[in-house]
């Protein structure tokens, strides 16, 4: 008879997965018995207290090679209801056999116990042939510029290692490295040692990245390698500006990158042997026939979106390296647990397991399929960068300059501060995503300026776009007319920091009352007098109420500091577009308030609204910066 809770974890018919609790598990059965166990090595401290562990089992992503486990227990810190991941777990094979009793069980193959291993070197290369001899998407650079200065490393350790600044169309294969600097300084290049620099970098001077990327790149056979702290002049404005505007072409057309994931800083090799918490482990299971069979299981990296990855890959989650990841044609992450290969076509790991859950993957994927959806491409991007962390918050748009200027040719129009003038109307409909971030607490203002309220780039944490619906009776429909817009931008890099920015939009605004019961939870915001009928606004970031020197009240979006108390004040709400069918169409706004110049307006946060609440509105032109 079949397990009514584990269902003999036949997953045959059940290609959504189910879900199973650890305290239905039932006696005598070995299925059950075996996630129990599962449960105990990865997730030890789960069966404790209120947790209640829970299991989903599902189809490895993309393949059928392992099972997929993800033990889940209560977030007690956000009440009942809440569920966090303890460990995502694969169950599979290693044998070539099929198992009768698990249908489901697919093979993978083995991991190494260190990073540095032979095997692993190996794994590296098989791919990077497939990859040159079977990709035709990851083999279409036309361009080959090598960056200005890259290092000489030589071929073995007796070389001497050395900058050097290239002639133009110079034509070399060489490594790039994408690594976080993280609370350690390492060695950069200035205007003062930029002489010894090309005389000769002694070995000790490098930090453990830099010498496991060297030693990496030997290993390849390659004989250059570009690393940005090293090849940019640190202390040079000019360089840098003009550098890093070029920095997704080094990437881009690098033979390989080489991401020290599990590297929080330059301190931490990630040529290491990796933790037992990450190596497989075997689990016997009796077969019917009375012999035992051995299956194989192993922590993998998630498979939500909204997991930060620290443990695994400290690099996942910086702000810089999102670009670097995605703008590399083949790129290989040294995580804790493996090695992940990635590149415009697949991504594997060493195992041969699909990867599910890390920030990065499948991004340069959908930046090689841009030609048909240019918006949407660009829309995703953007929601999986803005989830990424950067030590200075004015890097907000410099560290995705590279990506803009590769899709400016396809986007349309004029680049704005993170938007685009071709597709700008539906773009001013982002709004601040604090489902998928797991966060109620709207963020402060970022210090220093970024961009004007009307980008998504003026403030910290992740966003959304409104997607276009396919169904033409349904689709988006501009309600707006952008009258004027411009943004100055600070230096060389035409896509990089703004100084200042205006939008001037003519359409239909209505005031209405913007109400907060508790200024540190985003969903306690709401517009309308009427609590019955009011409806909730996504606050971009955390608001605060004043009195200007007139005794006139008014709102603002707060920086880090200001004391924040509940509020009702009087706003306008500007409708931007419509969307669906007559009776159930639905409007989406903006709201915005006077700046405390009193000229101009300032963006608080965006609306979806019934069409009714725009019945007594009038048209006006306000000017938001």
């Known amino acids: 008879m079949i397990c009514p809770e584990c269902h003999d974890l036949n997953l045959q018919g059940r290609e959504e997965g189910f879900i199973v609790r650890v305290s239905k598990f039932q006696p005598g059965c070995k299925f059950c018995a075996l996630l129990l166990s599962l449960v105990e090595h990865f997730a030890p401290l789960v069966t404790h207290g209120d947790l209640e562990p829970k299991l989903r089992i599902d189809q490895m992503m993309q393949d059928c090679a392992a099972v997929n486990i993800e033990i889940m227990v209560n977030d007690l810190a956000q009440g009942r209801g809440s569920v966090v991941t303890a460990a995502s777990v694969w169950l599979y094979r290693t044998t070539d ?30 791919q990077i042939q497939t990859c040159l001899s079977s990709h035709p998407k990851c083999n279409q650079t036309t361009s080959l510029q090598v960056p200005k200065r890259m290092i000489d490393i030589g071929y073995s350790s007796t070389d001497l290692i050395k900058l050097v600044e290239l002639p133009p169309n110079t034509n070399a294969k060489y490594i790039a490295l994408s690594h976080c600097w993280g609370t350690h300084q390492p060695i950069k290049t200035t205007l003062a040692n930029l002489s010894q620099m090309e005389n000769n ?27 940005d702290s090293l090849c940019i002049i640190q202390d040079s404005k000019s360089d840098w500006e003009i550098e890093s505007s070029k920095m997704g072409t080094y990437y881009s057309n690098a033979h390989l990158t080489v991401s020290a994931s599990s590297s929080s800083n330059g301190t931490i090799p990630f040529l290491a042997p990796r933790s037992p918490a990450y190596l497989p482990k075997t689990f016997p299971f009796p077969n019917n026939d009375g012999t035992i069979i051995n299956l194989t299981a192993r922590k993998h990296t998630g498979s939500s979106m909204s997991q930060l990855l620290e443990p695994l890959a400290p690099l996942a989650s910086r702000g810089w ?14 995580t804790a647990s493996e090695l992940i290969f990635e590149c415009k076509t697949h991504f594997i790991s060493e195992d041969g397991a699909k990867p599910r859950g890390f920030y990065s993957m499948g991004l340069s994927q959908k930046l090689s399929q841009n030609e ?24 907000r748009l410099p560290a995705i300059s590279g990506v803009a200027s590769v899709l400016e040719s396809k986007m349309g129009g004029s680049y704005l501060a993170g938007l685009w003038r071709g597709n700008l109307v539906m773009g001013l409909c982002w709004s601040r995503d604090y489902v998928s971030e797991n966060e109620e607490l709207p963020l402060f203002l970022p210090r220093d300026y970024v961009a004007p309220s009307w980008s998504w780039a003026s403030v910290n944490g992740a966003i959304e776009f409104v997607d276009r619906n396919e ?8 309600e707006v007319v952008v009258v004027d817009i411009d943004c100055e931008v600070k230096g060389l890099n035409r896509f990089g920091e703004v100084s200042s920015g205006f939008l001037i939009l003519r359409g239909d605004v209505v005031r209405m009352r913007l109400n907060c019961s508790d200024p540190r939870n985003g969903w306690t915001f709401t517009v309308g007098e009427d609590p019955e009928t009011s409806e909730p606004m996504a606050p971009d970031c955390a608001l605060a109420r004043y009195v200007d020197e007139n005794g006139s009240e008014g709102v603002r979006r707060a920086k880090l500091g200001e004391v924040l108390a509940s509020f009702e004040v009087d706003v306008w709400c500007m409708k931007l577009g419509t969307e669906g069918q007559s009776d159930e169409a639905f409007v989406y706004g903006i709201v915005v308030a006077k700046s405390e110049d009193r000229e101009t307006y300032i963006r608080l946060g965006s609306v979806q609204l019934g069409c009714e609440w725009f019945q007594d509105a009038i048209q006006r032109e306000i000017r938001v910066v």
Request: with cysteine.
């Open 97 to 126: 056999s099929s198992i009768l009793e698990l249908p489901s069980l697919g093979r993978l193959g083995t991991l190494s116990s260190h990073s540095g291993s032979d095997e692993c070197f190996q794994f590296t290369k098989s």
């Open 201 to 227: 970098i002694p070995w000790t001077a490098l930090s453990a990245v830099f010498q496991d990327a060297i030693t990496v790149s030997r290993k390849l056979g390659l004989s250059w390698i570009w690393i």
């Open 321 to 334: 390296v999102w670009q670097e990841n995605i703008l590399s044609t083949r790129i290989l992450h040294y």
């Open 372 to 395: 048909t959806e240019p918006e949407r491409c660009w829309n995703a991007l953007m929601e999986s960068y803005s989830v990424r962390k950067l030590t200075f918050e004015g890097d």
């Open 471 to 478: 169904d033409p009776d349904e689709a988006f429909v501009e």
